[in-house]
């Protein structure tokens, strides 16, 4: 299951991306025993979103280990004026947004990553899950996806809360399903009930591959 290679991308990365996600990776797999699965419905180019229900701060990171390629993940400008914090948000290619203008920036600045035929990450639910359960999704995901008309690739996290629990490295995995294509008809405007129903069916999909990571390790854990 644990096939996590190098492409393009990630060789032509800077020295503290490929740093932290080898660093990184070697733990995932030899300490927390990981598994992932499906990375083969990963496009190996061109624009792509991927979209990962959302846990725990491992997320990223975990994400950004496990697909073979690189990864630009949103995060709140405030992160990177924090010492030691700021680095490693600009080392792992993660892209600024301000607070209060996450809507239009985020939009644009996600359009111009993804028109550059790179990777973007993204948690359709907005924040982290206190229980550990799959939340309502917002539109933003599908509205970045359908005015890039890209494809999604849903991403399922289980057990990514316990990557350090009680002192000790436990399982997690990590499932790529196959690519989502947004369909707006010529002519038809993607209006926010459209938006919203859209992500709700993306989640499911995100809770179908939750489900394949949970069967993946349950019997390590």
């Not at 995060?75 to 290619?93: R, S, T």
């Not at 990450?121 to 899950?129: C, D, I, L, Q, V």
Request: net charge positive; hydrophobic share 45%; charged share 20%.
């Amino acid at each position: 299951m644990d096939r996590v290679g190098y492409n393009a991308e990630i060789k032509t990365a800077t020295f503290t991306y490929r740093f932290f996600r080898g660093l990184f990776t070697f733990i995932f797999r030899h300490f927390c025993r990981w598994q992932v699965a499906g990375l083969e419905n990963v496009p190996a180019t061109g624009p792509v979103v991927v979209a990962v229900n959302h846990t725990s701060n491992w997320d990223p990171v975990i994400v950004g280990c496990a697909i073979n390629r690189q990864i630009h993940f949103m995060a709140k400008k405030e992160l990177f004026g924090i010492p030691v914090v700021g680095w490693i948000c600009q080392a792992l290619a993660a892209y600024p947004v301000e607070r209060g203008k996450t809507g239009r920036q985020a939009l644009r600045a996600s359009l111009d990553i993804l028109a550059a035929d790179k990777c973007i990450g993204m948690f359709p639910e907005g924040t982290r899950s206190k229980t550990g359960e799959i939340s309502e999704a917002k539109g933003g995901v599908v509205m970045i996806a359908a005015k890039a008309q890209t494809v999604i690739i849903p991403v399922g996290l289980y057990n990514s809360r316990q990557v350090f629990f009680r002192g000790r490295f436990r399982p997690f995995a990590v499932c790529f399903g196959p690519p989502v294509s947004v369909q707006v008809p010529e002519g038809e405007k993607l209006t926010s009930k459209r938006l919203q129903s859209l992500a709700n069916e993306l989640m499911v999909k995100i809770a179908a591959e939750v489900e394949k990571g949970r069967r993946l390790i349950t019997p390590q854990i």
